[in-house]
T-cell receptor, first 113, second 112 residues
Framework: EDKVVQSPLSLVVHEGDTVTLNCSYE??????LLWYKQEKKAPTFLFML????IEKKSGRLSSILDKKELFSILNITATQTGDSAVYLC?????????????FGKGTKLTVNP | NAGVTQTPKFQVLKTGQSMTLQCAQD?????MYWYRQDPGMGLRLIYY???????DKGEVPNGYNVSRLNKREFSLRLESAAPSQTSVYFC???????????FGDGTRLSIL
């Protein structure tokens, strides 16, 4: 059974700190890994990773994938209170046209002023 | 640009009542999805539609039915609501099944 495990489940930091969120997975025929940010309502897409070792970056957020060790990390530098959210990791297994995302339970990040 | 629109935003039902949740997207996406999100459980796929005219079961399909009415619209029906179906329901769409999904704002459903 395909599985995605995120750690930690929750994290509280102060503004300006750097955080690293972890996502490990077990899937048959890996296709891609996605990160989402969920504030009060809809999850919003951050990154899609398909190749090992290639960092994706957007402002203070960056992410990298290790397909050998089956994990990804999401880094946030110089955190701000607006970064407070649940960060979701999802994996797309390759299933011959019927690929469906498998989500982890999320990491709840709280950034205090 | 609305993206993915879900209606209603909130609903309270009694056990045994039926209900249809509506979802529409204006991004000309081929694939659409219904998820439920429960505390401590993450997002779980109920049903999805890879393209217009097709639907398929996800991880937790029991108690639900779906209709892909056209390319824009994908509805989720609860025929006989049960308290275990109390949840937040999200609709999502993507250009293709393996592409990033865009989510609606969710429907908070309570079944008493």
């Amino acid at each position: 059974e395909d599985k995605v495990v995120q750690s930690p489940l929750s994290l509280v930091v102060h503004e300006g700190d750097t955080v690293t969120l972890n996502c490990s997975y077990e899937v048959t025929n890996f296709r891609s890994l996605l990160w989402y940010k969920q504030e009060k309502k809809a999850p919003t897409f951050l990154f899609m990773l398909t190749s090992s070792g290639i960092e994706k970056k957007s402002g203070r957020l960056s992410s990298i994938l290790d397909k050998k060790e089956l994990f990804s990390i999401l880094n946030i530098t110089a955190t701000q209170t607006g970064d407070s959210a649940v960060y979701l990791c999802a994996v797309v297994p390759h299933q011959g046209g019927s690929e469906k995302l498998v989500f982890g339970k999320g990491t709840k990040l709280t950034v205090n002023p | 640009n609305a993206g993915v629109t879900q209606t209603p935003k909130f609903q309270v039902l009694k056990t045994g009542q039926s209900m249809t949740l509506q979802c529409a997207q204006d991004m000309n996406h081929n694939s659409m999805y219904w998820y439920r999100q429960d505390p401590g459980m993450g997002l779980r796929l109920i049903y999805y539609s890879a393209s217009e005219g097709t639907t398929d079961k996800g991880e937790v399909p029991n108690g639900y039915n779906v209709s892909r009415l056209n390319k824009r619209e994908f509805s989720l029906r609860l025929e006989s609501a049960a308290p275990s179906q109390t949840s937040v329901y999200f609709c999502a769409s993507s250009e293709l099944v393996n592409q990033p999904q865009h989510f609606g704002d969710g429907t908070r459903l309570s079944i008493l």
